[in-house]
């Protein structure tokens, strides 16, 4: 009997390596051999503690190759180079059918390896259905590739924020999600203004497009978004960041008829104050973003195969398998991108 290794959290920093039955697709499913597996704050939380639904197999951002394919498969060929979409979606109820599928009731409900409830990309191979399958180009870096899905998240976030040419757009934080917002925005043809109060990451910023960085450890982020827009405010404010009330900076920020985009989620959920009035009188719409839909993953594995967006400098390490928790004690590190299993 053929067996493979899958990575499953146990407890609060515990990792255990185990070995299932390895089999053969049928039907619609398809066989991937996994290359890079990216460490997302999902994993993060789980490994911490903050999330402790266990045992769980994380691992949601992932490339491979195809391995085998069942005899109904026609868009994959053994070899095909492919990233995965693991958020799950029934399609049965309201929101899958409404065209929101990323909002569905069942969402994050997986289980990919047979018993063990999660995602599962840390894992040496994966059975998946086809139509969670998406090709990339003969050419990419797998690790590139399994970028996919955060970059999928930006495109959902953008498309929320409705970023139109000439807009004066901020992105509050420069980690990963911000550089990646950056990019997509720099692709709408909006100006583009950073507020991180880590000069690293403001120098990053600026390689990822940005056009003016501002370190909001140092001046008042508010009142520079207001000179820089001639007191307007910004047409659009992506918050990136997971604190609260820096969420009711970005609100502040933007200006009448804006969009402000909470794309982080919020640990601790604490409330924030926001007029309704001001709401009533500037028509400023706040919205966020969570997940993304089939279109929005399809267009990030087009950006990413055809190079337009580049993810080489979010890459902070890659780390083999067999050092997994090695990879989690950096990936929990504040000042790392994203961390990558290699198999």
Known sequence: MSTYKVTVLTDKNKVEIRELE???????????????????????????????????????????????????????????????????????????????????????????????????????????????????????????????????????????????????????????MGALHIQLAKLRGARVIVCEVDDVRLEAAKKMGADIVINSKNEDAISKIKELTEGRGADVVFCTVAIPEIGLDAVKMTGKVGRTVFYSSFHPDSPIEISPNKVHSTEQIITGSVNPQTKDFLISSRLLSSGIIDVSELISARVPFDRIDEAFQKAIDPSTYRIIVKF
Do not use: W
């Not at 089999?23 to 051999?33: D, E, I, R």
């Not at 402790?52 to 691992?59: D, E, I, K, Q, V």
């Open 22 to 176: 390895l089999k053969q697709p049928g039907g619609k499913q398809v066989l991937v051999k996994v290359d890079s597996c990216a460490i997302c704050t999902l994993e993060q939380r789980f490994y911490t503690g903050v999330m402790n639904r266990y045992p769980f197999a994380g691992g949601h951002e992932v490339a491979g190759i195809v391995e085998a394919v069942g005899e109904g498969v026609k868009s994959v060929v053994p070899g095909d180079k492919v990233t995965i979409r693991l958020l799950t979606s029934c399609g049965e109820c309201y929101y899958c059918r409404n065209g929101h599928e990323n909002q569905c009731v069942l969402s994050f409900i997986a289980e990919t390896h047979e018993g063990i409830g999660g995602p599962g990309g840390l894992s040496e191979y994966m059975m998946v259905d086809a139509k969670n399958i998406y090709k990339m180009a003969n050419g990419i870096n797998l690790e590139y590739a399994a970028l996919t899905e955060p970059l999928a998240c930006c495109v959902h976030s953008i498309q929320n924020g409705d970023v139109q040419l000439g807009d004066d757009v901020v992105v509050i934080g420069a980690g990963i």
